[in-house]
């Protein structure tokens, strides 16, 4: 896989969604693609912005807005924005001079699902061990 292309995880999946990690062992590829987004999830800058992009209201924010939040250089924040672009888990456009940045839901809600343990039948009151 190119360091250029999104990884999109339920690709194959007719639902749309992969098996939980508890129903069913990753194939090779799978696991592969999970550990991708994962490493891109695995900075505590990286998962500053993406908070900071996702809970932001109407759904987007300007790098403007993102850069004075850190410590950081400008082009230091922009390797990581792009670190999780090409994990899938924003997208952006340019307008003017700035880009805008947005949340991908679909790839957050896969990683849910994904992690998410089947639901368990509750027991009747009075038969637990």
Same mark, same amino acid.
């Given at each position: 896989?190119s360091?250029?292309?999104r990884?999109?995880?339920?690709?194959?999946d007719?639902d749309?969604c992969?098996p939980?990690?508890?129903t069913?062992?990753?194939?090779?590829?799978?696991?592969?693609?999970?550990?991708?987004?994962?490493k891109?999830?695995?900075d505590?800058? !990286? /998962?500053r912005?993406?908070?900071m992009?996702?809970?932001? #209201?109407?759904g987007?924010?300007?790098?403007?807005?993102?850069? +004075?939040?850190?410590e950081?250089?400008q082009?230091t924040?922009s390797h990581?924005l792009?670190?999780?672009?090409?994990?899938?888990l924003?997208?952006s456009?340019?307008r003017g001079t700035w880009v805008?940045? !947005? /949340?991908?839901?679909?790839?957050?809600?896969?990683?849910? #699902?994904?992690?998410t343990?089947p639901a368990v039948?509750?027991e +009747?009151a009075g038969t637990a061990?």
């Amino acid at each position: 896989m190119s360091k250029q292309e999104r990884v999109v995880l339920g690709q194959d999946d007719p639902d749309g969604c992969c098996p939980t990690l508890l129903t069913a062992p990753l194939d090779e590829e799978s696991a592969a693609d999970l550990a991708r987004v994962f490493k891109a999830l695995g900075d505590p800058v !990286r /998962l500053r912005l993406l908070s900071m992009i996702a809970s932001r #209201a109407g759904g987007e924010i300007c790098v403007c807005d993102l850069t +004075p939040a850190f410590e950081l250089s400008q082009p230091t924040i922009s390797h990581h924005l792009k670190l999780l672009r090409q994990a899938g888990l924003i997208d952006s456009e340019r307008r003017g001079t700035w880009v805008y940045y !947005r /949340l991908l839901p679909g790839t957050t809600d896969r990683l849910a #699902a994904v992690l998410t343990r089947p639901a368990v039948p509750a027991e +009747p009151a009075g038969t637990a061990p």
